[in-house]
């Protein structure tokens, strides 16, 4: 469809058909003011905020975000009719809004806050008793809401169920008395539940993690990657006075589209933990680098087989190549095993992009259950389906959260036999025309499924229906450590020595090691006697992750390593040179050089845009 | 059932009510024996579904629930043509207040319903309609059960009505209790089976209705006389009323009257006819002080203006409107700003909460009218007022709803401010004994 | 209390009659009310596993619609208009009566014996015999302080005929005190006295 022009207030624009007027405003600096619109949501014209005056149109003033250009039209948003309306309609909100600022966290990052100042009345007229609820209602342990702050633009609600597919918020009672609740005031179970908290334009769903922790101008953040899963959604880090304060989304339409799941967004504490190691220690007692560099290297050198080595899921890029580079050396015939891998071999030729599923037209998903998996895919494939039309195919043996969907065709295979489903699809009338792209999601059935047999026959389908698939491996780094050749798969039993590269492995440490070298962050059961070299969190390391799909991504860390602290990197570096390895890498631009990666230079960060989610 | 108030029996404008009184005109046959169903074999085995719309059209007929839209070009916003299922979706919410009319049709004669219903079905070209009743119709929903029963024994319901090939069926749904379900699209939003709250309009029910589909929805008296246009023609139908608003309507007359009861009349015919004539006026001593026109959200009339005409367009004249019919009289023993106060509360109560300015606006009208009555008033409360009724007008709102809420205080206020001034200026109310809300 | 077998059974056969299926929630709630009387958190949550909905949709429902009641109504429930027709009619004559013939104070009350409770309502569309309500699914016109003792006499002692809406489902509880909500409290407004409006000689 052919671009459309008009204007607005004065400036002539062109742009794409289908753009709604309130997004068509932004492109050239304009601000219309929105509650209930969000980008990503489906438009409702319900808080009647964004009123401006329209022509051709009737002699009233319209909603911005409900009406999509039309070629010659002209808005004019500062008419006396328009600005009015707006007024009007932010004394509304504020009719029942408690003199809450000083104590509500969203201060200082509030739409309601900033539109009263830019598009409201300079005084107030309303007199006389507000509406009052009980407050703060936990709707989680994560997440407290409060009533008598609640605009009612209902972005919560339309995303739980529009993105998120779930009905546990919900509105009750009708009109004045509306509330949000969660079903029968049970807590909220989803694990998508907090991004009701950057979709809230007021203080009436916030974190509870954070807390009263800070004013949004006291923090400082960076733009970086979620590092709890191999999805690497984009994130927004916030410290203060040292500490990691708090995680938001950073939007990146390429991977999350702005959604982040609940892990991401609150399992970050540990990064505040004030029983966090910052010392090296050698069986209990505080030593210096040096000497505990040594006693790790005296204690792994030249065991062989007899050496385990565990490697954490997050390990970055830069980490497992100087450990491919011992691990040939001086570590040679060591047992290596990576948590939380999965058992999908290394890929050998390009997979899907996760932002190639908005165009599948039927996608498949085999072995996993993604919202547990790979919990931001699961929303890209649920916004495939219900607002691009796409098919969805379902084999896997228990119920999942697709199947709220009444289109979803779901094959419950019998463990162990989903290569065997994969095979017969080929003949199924979805497939026969499809109409576009095909999707073929694998993951390993936590094991209960012959993984090369299921990668050969979702291969074998996708050549026969013109599709791509996308292997579904669940670690942070899976990738990168596959790549590097360090994502291990072997059992730890029986090695006398371990050294542990983040937390202890997962089956716990072997009962037959006697010496045990750690690098992590939180002292364990143990430690005192082990050599304990302190760690760098995601907060505060450089590096990179290769996420699923096979994007490379940079760590940007809001917290600066303070002494004593090092970096991973470096610690390897120094550990080599006591191996007898010689890894002379001055900084971490020539580890990444040396490996092929290359960050790309920051963007300066665009003028804020002052609607939507919180943003800094 | 209870005696038949209102309109009943052969007379020249009774087009709906000619045999209203009938024994037993609720049952199939004794409809047919009266000329019942004559119209849909016409118009399915007579005329090309064009010829209906065009029929429709000719006739002037605009919809009777409200909004006064015209019917016949309704209908042809219906691509027939279109592949897919359409639905023809029937009003049958009546919650406005002083409205009876549909279910004095539906109780009396609920077969004129139906076969209207099926005439509007063939002519959109839907197979399906749903009529949406209110929740409290439990003798209507009763009747229009066992009509659509017999009509579907009879074979006028089911896969070949009258041996055309064009399957029609009539399906019922049954509302719980919400007036703002009277309101099209949040009418459609119940029929889904979520809370009703109105859509954001584009895109219209006529291309994306009840369940994503084109949809055709009409008040129940608006499709109640689509057969007798059909039998006597659009031409002739147009002859009744006046030239922009043609035909007859029922209006339900209630309130501080010797006659309350549902009449049907010539449109264009004056309320002084209507009120004082046919529903007998107000009580012996008492004087009309005060009329809504068209249900609670049509701005109210003065006595001094009981010579209006009842067509849409004096009545648009005068910043008022047709509504619904529902013609609602007070007498000068009551007091305006407690009747205003009461519907506020109707309003917020009603008000589905979705829009702000109706959500908060009608709720702190309701409580600037507690101070006012409670002797707490001030020039203060009477600003808000209109600040609040201003608020809530000229595009504001969502939905109609809010914009009712505004007009009956702006209206009221206009008409009547000196009463408003003894209560919030002068703290005291100048009219006789009124009933104390609870 | 849960629902019954052939209730059940009932509810979830209705999804295949609509188009969609999740316009089954409104007569399943229906069907789940008329059973039991009213509504609890437990009943929402086995019509909504019956629909295959998250609870928190049917609760959503349920809450905004005025015909469902989530707490106890008693065996008959006096559904008084006082709308603006009625109103002008003597309706709330009629309210005060029957709140004291069957003695509560609110519409959040069942009377003692639990048989009766009542509710102002908006317009029920039957204006011409105003003053009117609803009683067991029948309208009751023109009503008058005698009218309403002849129905409540009449339930006291009841004639055994079968009538539309009356206790099916043996064993239903009766509550004969008030309850509190079972749902998160409604807003309140709080009476605040107001602050005394400044004169302008105050400067």
């Known amino acids: 469809m052919p671009d459309v022009n008009l204007t607005i207030d004065g400036h002539r624009i062109t742009v794409p058909a289908g753009t709604l007027v309130v997004e068509a405003a932004k492109t050239v600096g304009i601000e219309i003011p929105v509650f209930c619109y969000h980008h990503k949501l489906d438009p409702v014209g319900a808080c009647r905020l964004c009123l401006v005056e329209m022509s051709p149109g009737p002699p009233r003033p319209q909603t911005a975000c409900t009406t999509p250009v039309s070629e010659g039209m002209v808005v004019r948003t500062q008419t006396a009719m328009a600005v009015q309306g707006r007024a009007d309609i932010l004394e509304f909100e504020l009719a029942n809004h408690p003199l809450d600022c000083p104590v509500c966290d969203k201060g200082g990052e509030c739409p309601l806050q900033d539109f009263t100042f830019r598009h409201g009345y300079p005084t107030s007229r309303i007199d006389g008793p507000r509406l009052h609820f009980k407050k703060p209602i936990p709707l989680s342990d994560k997440i407290a809401l409060d009533r008598e702050r609640c605009v009612l633009c209902y972005r919560c609600t339309r995303y739980y169920d529009e993105i998120a597919w779930e009905q546990e918020l919900t509105t009750d009672e009708r009109g004045v008395q509306s509330f949000i609740a969660s079903q029968f005031d049970q807590p909220l179970k989803s694990i998508f539940s907090g991004n009701i908290i950057d979709l809230c334009p007021v203080g009436a769903l916030t974190s509870r993690v954070w807390r009263f922790e800070s004013r949004p101008w006291d923090m400082t953040h960076t733009e970086s990657v979620c590092s709890r899963c191999s999805v690497g959604c984009s994130v927004t880090l916030w410290q203060r006075r040292g500490q990691l304060v708090r995680v938001t989304s950073h939007e990146n339409d390429d991977i999350d589209e702005g959604w982040i799941c609940d892990r991401g967004r609150f399992d970050y504490t540990d990064v505040n933990d004030p029983s966090r190691l910052r010392t090296p220690s050698i069986n209990g007692s505080r030593s210096t680098w040096a000497d505990a560099i040594y006693a790790v290297a005296a204690g792994i050198r030249g065991k062989g087989a007899k050496l385990g080595v565990s490697l954490p899921q997050d390990i970055t890029n830069e980490e497992a190549f100087l450990f491919r580079k011992l691990l040939d050396g001086p570590l040679k015939g060591a047992k290596v095993k990576m948590h939380g891998r999965t058992a999908i071999p290394a890929p050998k030729d390009e997979l899907m992009k996760i932002k190639e599923i908005d165009d599948a037209r039927v996608i498949i998903v085999v072995a996993s259950d993604l919202e547990d998996d790979v919990p931001i895919v699961d929303l890209r494939v649920k916004k495939a389906v219900s607002k691009r039309g796409a098919k969805l195919i379902v084999v896997y043996p228990d119920g999942v959260d697709f199947d709220r969907h009444p289109g979803t065709l779901h094959i419950r295979n019998a463990p162990g036999k989903a290569a065997e489903e994969v095979r017969k699809l080929a003949s199924h009338e979805w497939l026969k025309n499809p109409g576009g792209p095909v999707g073929i999601l694998f993951g390993d059935g936590h094991g209960s499924e012959d993984i090369a047999d299921l990668a050969a026959a979702c291969g074998e389908l996708a050549e026969k229906v013109g599709g791509q698939r996308m292997a579904l491996y669940r670690a942070t780094n899976e990738r990168g450590a596959l790549a590097s050749g360090v994502a291990g798969w072997d059992k730890l039993d029986g090695v006398e020595a371990l050294f542990s590269w983040g937390p202890p492995p997962t089956a716990g440490v072997p009962k037959s090691a006697k010496f045990v070298a750690a690098w992590d962050h939180l002292p364990r059961d143990g430690y005192d006697k082990a050599v304990v070299l302190p760690a760098t969190t995601f907060a505060e390391r450089q590096g990179s992750y290769t996420n699923l799909e096979g994007t490379v991504q940079f760590l940007r860390p809001p917290i600066h390593v303070a002494p004593p602290l090092k970096e991973g990197w470096e610690v390897l570096c120094e550990l080599g040179a006591a191996l007898g390895v010689a890894l002379d890498y001055e900084g971490i631009l020539p580890i990444q050089r040396a490996i092929g990666i290359q960050p790309p230079a920051p963007e300066l960060a665009p003028e804020p845009v002052l609607v939507g989610p919180a943003r800094p | ?438 | 209390m849960k629902l019954s077998t052939h209730v059940l059974e009932e509810i979830k056969e209705l999804p295949a009659k609509y188009p969609q299926p999740r316009s089954a929630v409104m007569p399943a709630l229906d069907l789940a009310q008329e059973e039991l009387g009213y509504l609890t958190p437990e009943t929402m949550t086995e019509v909504a596993e019956a629909l295959h909905l998250d609870p928190g949709y049917v609760e959503g429902v349920a809450t905004f619609y005025t015909l469902f009641h989530l707490e106890p109504i008693g065996k008959h429930r006096f559904y008084v208009c006082t709308n603006l027709s009625c109103m002008i009619r003597g309706a709330y004559e009629i309210v005060d009566h029957v709140k004291r013939q069957i003695g509560v104070e609110r519409s959040d009350q069942v009377s003692a014996d639990g048989l009766f409770s009542f509710e102002e309502v908006e317009c029920l569309g039957a204006c011409e015999y105003a003053p009117m309500m609803r009683l067991d699914h029948r309208y009751h016109y023109d009503l008058t302080a005698e009218k309403i003792d002849q129905l409540i006499a009449e339930r006291r002692a009841p004639v055994p005929s079968p009538r539309r809406g009356e206790g099916q489902g043996e064993g239903l509880k009766r509550s004969p005190t008030p309850l509190t909500p079972t749902l998160s409290p409604k807003g309140e407004r709080e009476k605040k006295p107001r602050a005394p409006r400044k004169k302008k000689s105050d400067g």
């Open chain 2, 1 to 438: 059932m209870a005696e038949l108030r209102g309109s009943f029996g052969d007379q020249p404008h009774h087009i709906l009510t000619s045999e209203f009184g009938t024994t037993d005109l609720h049952k199939l046959s004794v409809y047919e024996s009266k000329g019942g169903y004559t119209a849909l074999r016409k118009a399915l085995l007579d005329m090309a579904p064009a010829d209906i719309t065009n029929e429709v059209k000719t006739s002037g007929l605009r919809g009777r629930g409200g909004a006064g839209f015209a019917t016949g070009t309704k209908w042809s916003f219906i691509n027939r043509d279109a592949p897919g299922p359409k639905y023809v979706v029937v009003n049958a919410d009546e919650s406005e207040p002083g409205t009876a009319k549909d279910r004095y049709i539906m109780e009396n004669c609920p077969h004129m319903v139906v076969e209207g219903i099926l005439i509007a079905a063939y002519a959109v070209g839907a197979n399906q309609a749903w009529v949406y009743i209110r929740g409290e119709y439990d003798e209507p929903h009763r009747m229009l059960t066992e009509a659509i029963a017999e009509a579907r024994a009879k074979g006028y319901i089911g896969p070949r009505p009258f041996g055309k090939d064009f399957p029609l069926d009539i399906r019922l749904y049954r509302g719980h209790g919400a007036y703002i379900c009277g309101e099209e699209t949040a009418l459609l939003e119940s029929l889904e089976g979520k809370r009703a709250q109105p859509r954001s309009r584009p895109p219209f029910p006529a291309v994306k209705g009840a369940w994503g589909r084109p949809t055709l929805l009409n008040n129940v008296e608006t499709l109640a006389t689509v057969p007798a246009i059909i039998n006597m023609g659009g031409a002739e139908y147009a002859k009744l009323g006046t030239a922009k608003n043609p035909g007859t309507r029922l209006l339900t007359v209630s309130g501080n009257v010797r006659k309350p009861g549902v009449y049907e009349v010539e449109i264009g015919k004056t309320f002084r006819h209507v009120i004082m004539e046919l529903a007998g006026g107000p009580p012996e001593g008492r004087k009309v002080k005060v009329f809504w026109p068209g249900g609670s959200s049509a701005p109210v009339l003065p006595e001094s203006m009981l010579d209006m005409t009842t067509d849409a367009e004096a009545l648009a004249a005068a910043k008022s409107m047709g509504g619904s019919g529902g013609v609602i009289v007070m007498d000068d023993s009551h007091c305006i700003v407690k009747a205003a106060h009461r519907l506020l509360q109707f309003y917020a109560h009603e008000s589905c909460g979705k829009c702000t300015p109706c959500r908060i606006g009608q709720d702190w009208a309701v409580r600037t009218y507690e101070r006012i009555l409670a002797g707490e008033g001030s020039q203060v409360e009477l600003d808000t007022l209109q600040r609040v009724s201003d608020g809530l007008q000229n595009g504001r709102c969502l939905c109609g709803l809010g914009d009712s809420g505004g007009w009956v205080i702006d209206s009221t206020l206009r008409h009547f401010r000196e009463e408003y001034e003894d209560h919030a200026l002068r703290h005291t109310c100048n009219v006789g004994k009124v009933a104390v809300s609870a």
